[in-house]
């Protein structure tokens, strides 16, 4: 059998632990009666062991590594026609599935806020997500408002997703052992089918909201230009990390009021 080794430039870090693995699984609920789901850089199939074993779902699998590709075919020769051999990154997720689709897996953490972007784009095809991430990052996704650790996706994923942090995870479960712990966090498709505001704009708040996280909003939103209602909003006393969705859904009607 092929000897899969971790490779730092794909932020590879193999999950040794079965029971943790099955618990990642075993998160999975799914919500909104998705059968596809998609397992995101299986590596060496520790996840995959117990995902195979869900006969309700339509399983496949997306690797980049073609170390691990090759690996993967060999050990499970079923999976061989669902396994996609490429970058998530630069799939037309769309073209691939015609139904909602779930994902998983132990999510590279180099380019895990680039995966929930792509998610993002995909948001009403995407009911569920159950991954591990750098646990610092997962913390950040799932904080509420009022939080040092509430940022950017943090606003971005819960205006569309319900989110939760579920474990924590050592390193030396893992080969090689990462230099942070981990995270596991699951995220629901929320009823929000679309923001009550011009989402292209709600994005460019947020982002200039948080650009300088330390000063009030009325100091941080000024590039975007203020109205004199606007200016004096009480709102705006306050800094980005202490504001909910709903109320950037609610500046963002304001400057949509100004254009």
């Known amino acids: 059998m092929l000897n899969v080794k971790p490779k730092k430039h794909l932020g590879q870090h193999f999950l040794l632990d079965t029971n943790i693995a099955k618990n ?98 995909y948001k009403n095809s995407v009911p569920e997500i159950v991954c591990m991430l750098q646990k610092e990052v997962a913390q950040r996704i799932a904080s509420p408002p009022g939080n040092k650790d509430y940022g950017i996706l943090s606003v971005f994923l819960q205006a569309y997703y319900t989110i939760e942090y579920l474990f924590t995870v050592p390193p030396h479960v893992f080969d090689p052992p990462p230099k942070v712990q981990s995270g596991v966090i699951r995220l629901r498709r929320n009823e929000v089918a679309a923001l009550e505001c011009d989402e292209a704009l709600f994005f460019k708040v947020v982002k200039q909201g948080f650009n300088n996280r330390r000063k009030t909003l009325r100091n941080s939103l000024k590039p975007l230009g203020l109205s004199p209602e606007l200016l004096v909003n009480p709102l705006l006393d306050k800094r980005a990390e202490q504001l909910s969705v709903a109320d950037f859904v609610y500046l963002t009607q304001q400057f949509s009021a100004m254009l």
């Open 24 to 121: 990642i699984v075993d998160a999975l609920t799914g919500h909104k009666n998705y059968e596809v789901v998609l397992e995101l850089g299986p590596g060496t199939g520790v996840l995959t062991n117990f995902l195979i074993e869900k006969k309700d779902i339509d399983f496949h699998l997306c690797e980049i590594d073609r170390e691990s590709a090759t690996y993967l075919r060999k050990k499970y020769p079923t999976l061989s026609s669902k396994l996609i051999e490429g970058d998530f990154l630069q799939l037309r997720l769309d073209s691939l599935f015609n139904k909602p689709f779930a994902l998983i897996g132990n999510f590279p953490y180099n380019i895990s806020s680039q995966i929930f972007f792509k998610v993002l784009e």
